[in-house]
T-cell receptor, first 113, second 115 residues
Framework: EAQVTQNPRYLITVTGKKLTVTCSQN?????MSWYRQDPGLGLRQIYY???????DKGDVPEGYKVSRKEKRNFPLILESPSPNQTSLYFC????????????FGPGTRLTVT | GQNIDQPTEMTATEGAIVQINCTYQ??????LFWYQQHAGEAPTFLSY????GLEEKGRFSSFLSRSKGYSYLLLKELQMKDSASYLC????????????????FGKGTHLIIQP
């Protein structure tokens, strides 16, 4: 089954404790992306990657890191999480060509206390 | 930068038609998406417009006018399961050399369907 998977689905952590949210897709998509979704602010793009070893900042990259060492994986790293990073995070992937339809993972609900 | 506006909430009746508008201001415009998102779930793709005009897909249609920075999503024969948020998103070329490919979402329109 074609899908995007994220782990963990739920995470409660404390300020400053480094964490990684994994994202993997099995559709051989070149393009992958991370978003956060907050009430009243909608979905905002954090980082995206157009291919292996190619990453670019989205609209809200501060406090996050990403890497793209393999085509299927695109982990999101929070080196020193803070409470303002409490949010619902989605990973997504798509092929590089038309119709550019993005497939989203199920989401990771992160709480930083 | 990008600026995308859509109504916060709309209410419609089962069986009726509803139009959800989206206006945008962006540089490097390269297409507009509509996504549907049910509460607690991930967004799912509905449509993509890059040229002016109407694209029809079953009960859903999407329209784009690039000169006006305007799009709408039209939902016909509304069903209770259409109660969801509808997200307008603009694809733009940005980043170093203009070849990068970002996506900016509006805040979404929460559609409530009444019997």
């Amino acid at each position: 089954e074609a899908q995007v998977t994220q782990n963990p689905r739920y995470l409660i952590t404390v300020t400053g404790k480094k964490l990684t949210v994994t994202c993997s897709q099995n559709m051989n998509h070149e393009y992958m992306s991370w978003y956060r979704q907050d009430p009243g602010l909608g979905l905002r793009q954090i980082y995206y990657s157009m291919n292996v070893e190619v990453t670019d900042k989205g609209d809200v990259p501060e406090g996050y890191k990403v890497s793209r060492k393999e085509k299927r994986n695109f982990p999101l790293i929070l080196e020193s999480p803070s409470p303002n990073q409490t949010s619902l995070y989605f990973c997504a992937s798509r092929q590089k060509t038309y119709p550019y339809e993005q497939y989203f993972g199920p989401g990771t609900r992160l709480t930083v206390t | 930068g990008q600026n995308i506006d859509q109504p916060t909430e709309m209410t419609a009746t089962e069986g009726a038609i509803v139009q959800i508008n989206c206006t945008y201001q962006t540089s490097g415009f390269n297409g507009l998406f509509w996504y549907q998102q049910h509460a607690g779930e991930a967004p799912t793709f509905l449509s993509y417009n890059v040229l002016d005009g109407l694209e029809e897909k079953g009960r859903f249609s999407s329209f784009l006018s690039r000169s006006k920075g305007y799009s709408y999503l039209l939902l016909k024969e509304l069903q209770m399961k259409d109660s969801a948020s509808y997200l307008c998103a603009v694809r733009d070329l940005r980043g170093s050399g203009g070849g990068a490919d970002g996506l900016t979402f509006g805040k979404g329109t929460h559609l409530i369907i009444q019997p």
